[in-house]
T-cell receptor, first 113, second 111 residues
């Protein structure tokens, strides 16, 4: 049972480069989320989606873009990487219900140099 | 004002004792409350959730919710060294698909 799968696990980018962080889930969850976590800090919501074709900004969306063409996939795009985007990125998903928790992927550790 | 507040710790507890982790929240419309455990370098994993006032027990873990005081806590009985981790409190608001996370409490169990 794969759950939420994120790729890659680690990546080093140069300033100004672009990349896409992949996230896929096999639990048929409606909702998907992207968070970033800086050292010693909590999780900050970047973008989220309540279903295919629907996305919305979270707390820290600047410098990122997302798309949700299928229920399973929710990629996060960094267009012009900046050192401030060095962080650990987590993708999560959940059912639509107040009692339902979010299930997290293993994370992508991204360094911008 | 932070929406979800936790004492960042570190909280040190002797092995076998009870660890008590606390969380307060500001939005009275909050309806569901989650505790996640996060080991260093790993992703958050769900420990418990609670949405009714009172206590909810699961093995060595007990979640307590007091909506009038806007307070939720996690008790860990018979603490083990493997319980050493950061514990994140998360709150889901009524009619909102998002979770708001606290910054976490770092717990260390001393053998």
């Amino acid at each position: 049972n794969a759950g939420v799968t994120q790729t890659p696990k680690f990546r080093i980018l140069k300033i100004g480069q672009s990349m896409t962080l992949q996230c896929t889930q096999d639990m048929n969850h409606n909702y998907m989320y992207w968070y970033r976590q800086d050292p010693g800090m909590g999780l900050k919501l970047i973008y989220y989606s309540v279903g295919a074709g629907i996305t919305d900004k979270g707390e820290v969306p600047n410098g990122y873009n997302v798309s949700r063409s299928t229920t399973e996939d929710f990629p996060l795009r960094l267009e012009l990487a900046a050192p401030s985007q060095t962080s650990v990125y987590f993708c999560a998903s959940s059912y639509r219900d107040r009692q339902e928790p979010q299930h997290f992927g293993d994370g992508t550790r991204l360094s911008i140099l | 004002q932070k929406e979800v507040e936790q004492n960042s710790g570190p909280l040190s507890v002797p092995e076998g004792a009870i660890a008590s982790l606390n969380c307060t929240y500001s939005d009275r419309g909050s309806q569901s409350f989650f505790w996640y455990r996060q080991y260093s370098g790993k992703s958050p994993e769900l420990i418990m959730f609670i949405y009714s006032n009172g206590d909810k027990e699961d093995g060595r873990f007990t979640a307590q919710l007091n909506k009038a005081s806007q307070y939720v806590s996690l008790l860990i009985r018979d603490s083990q060294p493997s319980d050493s981790a950061t514990y994140l409190c998360a709150v889901k608001h009524f009619g909102n698909e998002k979770l708001t996370f606290g910054t976490g409490t770092r717990l260390t169990i001393i053998p």
